[in-house]
């Protein structure tokens, strides 16, 4: 196995650890990610009406998705935490008929951004989840069936391994 394929948080013994990133230049380094919640469609449309008892479902879940990706460190294990430069979070509704699935609900894109030593993917991530985890918990006294997915990460740039992106 190469360097480039070892699970970089496990040490020779098959201990975990934080990754010792001390060496490392310091880099712009930015993350974008995503998920979705499928809900009702009458669910969907108390949001988008602004009619959800708890308020505004959409901001509600952009500021938690922002606070969660700078608590990040604190929720995963071996991050590090970071200095965030930039973190956003877009609510957009889909609607019936603009998925292939069908599926209505709420499709979340987050973006986080930091100059540093290690990447901002796991901030970006948590971001998505929490965004969608927040519209959930503010909309589940109508609709408990509300399903989480697509959670996934869709660009990262910076540090040594520079630009990824999905292909899909």
């Given at each position: 196995m190469s360097?480039?394929q070892?699970?970089?948080?496990?040490?020779?013994?098959g201990?975990v650890?934080?990754?010792?990133?001390?060496?490392?230049p310091?880099t712009?380094?930015?993350?974008?990610?995503e998920?979705?919640?499928?809900?009702h469609?009458?669910?969907l449309?108390?949001?988008?009406?602004?009619?959800?008892?708890k308020?505004d479902?959409?901001?509600?879940?952009?500021?938690a998705?922002?606070?969660?990706?700078k608590q990040?460190?604190s929720?995963?294990?071996?991050?590090h935490p970071?200095n965030?430069?930039?973190?956003?979070?877009?609510?957009?509704p889909?609607?019936a008929?603009?998925?292939?699935?069908?599926r209505?609900?709420i499709?979340?894109t987050?973006t986080?951004?930091?100059?540093?030593k290690?990447?901002?993917?796991?901030?970006?991530?948590?971001?998505?989840?929490?965004a969608?985890?927040?519209?959930?918990?503010?909309?589940?006294?109508?609709?408990?069936?509300?399903?989480?997915m697509?959670v996934?990460?869709l660009k990262?740039?910076?540090?040594?391994?520079?630009?990824?992106?999905?292909?899909?």
């Amino acid at each position: 196995m190469s360097d480039e394929q070892k699970l970089t948080h496990i040490d020779e013994k098959g201990d975990v650890r934080m990754v010792d990133v001390s060496a490392k230049p310091d880099t712009e380094r930015i993350a974008v990610a995503e998920g979705f919640i499928a809900m009702h469609p009458e669910t969907l449309d108390l949001i988008v009406e602004g009619k959800a008892a708890k308020g505004d479902v959409l901001a509600c879940a952009r500021v938690a998705g922002v606070m969660a990706a700078k608590q990040t460190s604190s929720l995963i294990p071996m991050c590090h935490p970071l200095n965030i430069t930039k973190a956003k979070v877009e609510c957009e509704p889909v609607q019936a008929g603009q998925r292939e699935d069908g599926r209505v609900g709420i499709h979340i894109t987050t973006t986080c951004g930091v100059t540093g030593k290690t990447g901002i993917e796991m901030e970006a991530l948590t971001a998505a989840s929490v965004a969608c985890l927040t519209v959930y918990d503010m909309c589940k006294a109508v609709d408990r069936g509300m399903e989480i997915m697509d959670v996934r990460l869709l660009k990262k740039d910076g540090g040594k391994t520079g630009l990824w992106l999905r292909e899909d």
